[in-house]
């Protein structure tokens, strides 16, 4: 059975994907020197030696800097930008590829070291983390979200690569099977464990803008895309979008 017509993404997703493309890709017009993908790489590559250094800097006025918080939230965020290197050199997403313009080299620049700052918020001692749990607790909930996260982001992305090598068409098994964008919640879950680790309103703040001005158009347009296939609305009415049983 050949594919029938895609529905069109809705109109809130289609807003957001116009906002979000022209920021990040296309904003100022003129050359195109740098590719997305580069920039994305270089703050991950970055991170265990930008918190390394504001650990040093800090720690002779703030005790906190050294903190085992503070060592943990380096092992963590310093760790998963080192597994997304190793996952770019192995799979590379052709989306991260696209060549982007000067000024919104900037902006992507500036996007993602808004994420460096929930580690500064924590090195600093800007925030002062008073946790729900005993300490030990929470840190284990956060170095679990954070493996489960990004083991599901690195699955769901491999599979996608090599399955589509092979053959085009709808994932809908392995860990696709219940979950229609897994690799979407596994990122989800490696940032949501740095600002549960933070534990401070502005990553929460950062995070939501993200998820709901990024994220969620992105999801928005993958199922639209994914519409066209015949089996899609089995594979949609058996499946979840993000978290089984709840979204």
């Known amino acids: 059975m050949s594919d029938a017509a895609a529905?069109?993404?809705?109109?809130?997703a289609r807003?957001?994907?116009?906002?979000?493309?022209?920021?990040l890709f296309d904003l100022g017009g003129g050359p195109r020197p740098l590719k997305f993908a580069?920039?994305?790489n270089a703050q991950k590559a970055g991170s265990f030696a930008f918190y390394g250094a504001l650990m040093a800097w800090y720690a002779p006025q703030v005790p906190q800097a050294?903190?085992?918080a503070a060592w943990i939230y380096l092992?963590?965020?310093g760790s998963y930008g080192l597994c997304w290197l190793l996952k770019d050199l192995c799979f590379p997403d052709p989306n991260w590829q696209r060549r982007i313009t000067?000024?919104?080299s900037v902006v992507a620049l500036v996007g993602l070291g808004l994420y460096w700052s929930f580690g500064w918020l924590l090195i600093s001692g800007v925030s002062q983390p008073r946790y729900p749990l005993p300490d030990g607790a929470w840190f284990c909930l956060c170095v679990s979200l954070c493996l489960l996260g990004s083991v599901l982001m690195i699955a769901a992305d491999a599979q996608k690569f090599y399955t589509l090598r092979l053959r085009r068409g709808l994932i809908d098994d392995g860990v696709f099977r219940y979950v229609r964008h897994p690799n979407y919640l596994g990122e989800m879950l490696v940032y949501a464990s740095f600002a549960l680790l933070v534990w401070h309103w502005f990553p929460v703040v950062v995070l939501a803008v993200v998820?709901?001005?990024?994220?969620a158009p992105n999801m928005a347009f993958k199922e639209a895309s994914l519409s066209r296939y015949p089996q899609w609305a089995?594979?949609?009415?058996?499946?979840?979008c993000l978290v089984p049983g709840l979204l």
């Open 7 to 12: 529905m069109p993404a809705p109109g809130w």
């Open 15 to 23: 807003v957001l994907r116009r906002g979000s493309d022209r920021l």
């Open 38 to 40: 580069w920039i994305v």
């Open 66 to 68: 050294t903190s085992h």
């Open 75 to 77: 092992a963590l965020h």
């Open 102 to 104: 000067l000024p919104s």
């Open 211 to 215: 998820w709901l001005g990024l994220f």
């Open 234 to 240: 089995a594979y949609r009415r058996r499946s979840w």
